[in-house]
């Protein structure tokens, strides 16, 4: 067996490629904790800054992205900019994730691959 064959007689992984980007965009901490505020409403980059913690570059630019993927809004007013979810159905989808999570205890939490103790990492500020 040469190694092309070998390559071509590994199991396929069919994973939409899209689906694998949102949930890489929803993986990142400082982006899902941007997406979980402005769940509760609309913000300026200012609001979020004060509300995560996070400095004002990191929102900027994880708004950024978040904006090009089609998931935020913004809206000028004034000098300033005014953020929002640009879908509905991201409200869908992180309740789902908060029923399933209430579902499943800790164990996601725990998971040694991807919990809080995972390479020795912590979830900064994400409860």
Same mark, same amino acid.
């Given at each position: 067996?040469?190694?092309?064959?070998?390559?071509?007689?590994?199991?396929?992984?069919?994973?939409?490629?899209?689906?694998?980007?949102l949930?890489?965009?929803?993986?990142e901490?400082?982006?899902?904790?941007i997406?979980?505020?402005?769940? *509760?409403?609309?913000?300026?980059?200012?609001?979020?800054?004060?509300?995560?913690?996070?400095? *004002?570059?990191?929102?900027?630019a994880?708004?950024?992205?978040?904006?090009?993927?089609?998931?935020?809004?913004?809206?000028?007013?004034?000098?300033?900019?005014?953020?929002s979810l640009?879908?509905?159905?991201?409200?869908?989808v992180?309740?789902?994730?908060?029923?399933?999570l209430?579902?499943?205890?800790?164990?996601?939490?725990?998971?040694?691959?991807?919990?809080?103790?995972?390479?020795?990492?912590?979830?900064?500020?994400?409860?």
């Amino acid at each position: 067996m040469t190694m092309n064959e070998a390559v071509d007689a590994a199991p396929r992984c069919d994973a939409p490629p899209a689906a694998v980007a949102l949930f890489r965009s929803l993986g990142e901490p400082a982006r899902l904790a941007i997406l979980m505020r402005l769940a *509760q409403g609309e913000a300026r980059v200012t609001d979020l800054v004060t509300a995560l913690g996070l400095a *004002q570059s990191t929102v900027s630019a994880h708004l950024s992205c978040l904006r090009d993927c089609n998931l935020v809004d913004s809206r000028a007013e004034g000098r300033s900019s005014w953020y929002s979810l640009a879908r509905p159905e991201l409200l869908d989808v992180l309740a789902a994730a908060e029923g399933l999570l209430a579902a499943t205890g800790e164990a996601v939490e725990l998971c040694p691959n991807y919990g809080r103790t995972a390479a020795g990492t912590e979830n900064e500020g994400m409860a």
